[in-house]
């Protein structure tokens, strides 16, 4: 069920370029997950960042969350080619099933 | 570990037959997910199971989906009979809980299902 909302829904950018999608939610939740799928393959876990958290980081990417705003964000430094897919936000919020917004289409060009 | 593993990766069938989904999870996952993806409705959660016991079925659409677990490596979901409103690509992932809830979960490559 999507109860998460993400903005953009789709983005075109320059290879090198930054990119910046958002998430919100709706409910407190104990952590937050971005996932990466490429056309035609099953998802694939990006990063997780614990409610108690602010800011993380692995790699080229950097992950914010502000729980008293109920959002989250994904930024990817220095996009690539490759890093064009979709990315999507999944919260857990309680139990052990995680509801996943509705994805950002993120199309890097050469 | 080979991953989640799915078959088939490809479905095309008639409406009003059976389809069975088929998965494999990670080896020593205790959990098992049954999601949905369409382009209207986005990634939807049909069923999950914990220890081979089904937890929350809530999201399985109507009594023609059916899921099981008879043991720790194997799942099927079963659709029958099946309607062109059922095509779509379903995934299986498994996951390990972790002692804080902070886990993650791991997709097989999924089933595109094509009803006619």
């Known amino acids: 069920s999507q109860q998460g909302e993400e903005d953009p829904q789709a983005l075109s950018i320059q290879e090198g370029e930054n990119a910046t999608m958002n998430c919100s939610y709706k409910t407190s939740i104990n952590n937050l997950q971005w996932y990466r799928q490429n056309s035609g393959r099953g998802l694939v876990h990006l990063i997780l960042i614990r409610s108690n958290e602010r800011e993380k980081h692995s790699g080229r990417l950097r992950v914010t969350l502000d729980t008293s705003k109920k959002s989250s964000s994904l930024l990817i430094t220095a996009s690539r080619a490759a890093d064009t897919a979709s990315y999507f936000c999944?919260?857990?919020?309680?139990?052990?099933?995680?509801?996943f917004g509705g994805g950002t289409r993120l199309m890097v060009k050469p | 570990d080979a991953g989640v593993i799915q078959s088939p990766r490809h479905e095309v069938t008639e409406m009003g037959q059976e389809v069975t989904l088929r998965c494999k999870p990670i080896s020593g996952h205790d959990y098992l997910f049954w999601y949905r993806q369409t382009m209207m409705r986005g990634l939807e959660l049909l069923i999950y199971f914990n220890n081979n016991v089904p937890i929350d079925d809530s999201g399985m659409p109507e009594d023609r989906f059916s899921a099981k677990m008879p043991n720790a490596s194997f799942s099927t979901l079963k659709i029958q009979p099946s309607e062109p409103r059922d095509s779509a690509v379903y995934f299986c992932?498994?996951?390990?809980?972790?002692?804080?809830?902070?886990?993650?979960?791991?997709f097989g490559p999924g089933t595109r299902l094509t009803v006619t």
């Open positions: 999944a919260y857990n919020s309680a139990g052990n099933m995680l509801t």
């Open positions: 992932a498994s996951s390990l809980q972790g002692a804080s809830w902070a886990y993650e979960q791991y």
